[in-house]
């Protein structure tokens, strides 16, 4: 089965800087990858997602990359904001399968003002 | 989007009673409902899919008579912890799906928060 890697655990940053978490996944079927940003006691929204045709994709502040030839995908936040604190998780499964994705263990995102 | 409730949001039990947690699509029909549970600072841990009318699938690891799944119909899925305890104590998440919302995406419930005393 799919094993997604998410690393840091944690990461902190102060605000206004760029936050990087990087994630790998070892099935070559797996084609969509979602992130989701938890705020605490609170559900996993998703945030962006890339498709495995497409190597790059932006929104406003959050751009996900994805080498599928390394396996590997990650989540680029630029000009941090205390409110971009949470954790963030993502995800890989294979799209028009058993739509079963799995997680990565998940980064705990500090933005110090 | 797409809106997933749970009920209740959270509850405290007595160790060896049941406890019922609904998970609703309120605006589509979900062919697909998942169910997590999730500890602190952990990851989602993927208990069962259930599909409409048919049993659930579990995962490994996870008891099926003790975590007990029903999706009677496309709108509600109902996870029944039977006879708890302390260690059934978590946060249990339920996910719906529909290619009618969107291929790929899932919509989470807000979770309910477990305690068993």
């Known amino acids: 089965g799919e094993n997604v890697e998410q690393h840091p655990s944690t990461l902190s940053v102060q605000e206004g800087d760029s936050a990087v978490i990087k994630c790998t996944y070892s099935d070559s079927a797996s084609n969509y990858f979602p992130w989701y940003k938890q705020e605490l006691g609170k559900r996993p929204q998703l945030i962006i997602d890339i498709r495995s045709n497409v190597g790059e994709k932006k929104d406003q502040r959050i751009a996900v990359t994805l080498n599928k030839t390394a396996k590997h995908f990650s989540l680029h936040i630029t000009e941090t904001q205390p409110e971009d604190s949470a954790v963030y998780f993502c995800?890989?499964?294979?799209?028009?399968?058993?739509?079963?994705?799995?997680f990565g263990r998940g980064t705990s995102l500090i933005v110090h003002p | 989007g797409a809106v997933v409730s749970q009920h209740p949001s959270w509850v405290i039990c007595k160790s060896g009673t049941s406890v019922k947690i609904e998970c609703r699509s309120l605006d589509f029909q979900a062919t697909t409902m998942f169910w997590y549970r999730q500890f602190p600072k952990q990851s989602l841990m993927l208990m069962a899919t259930?599909?409409?009318?048919?049993?659930?699938?579990?995962e490994q690891g996870v008891e099926k008579d003790k975590f007990l799944i029903n999706h009677a119909s496309l709108t509600l899925s109902t996870l029944t912890v039977t006879s708890a305890h302390p260690e059934d104590s978590s946060f249990y998440i339920c996910s719906a799906h529909s290619p009618g919302q969107g291929v790929n995406e899932q919509f989470f419930g807000p979770g309910t928060r477990l305690t068993v005393l």
């Open positions: 995800a890989a499964l294979e799209s028009g399968g058993s739509y079963i994705p799995t």
């Open positions: 259930s599909n409409e009318g048919s049993k659930a699938t579990y």
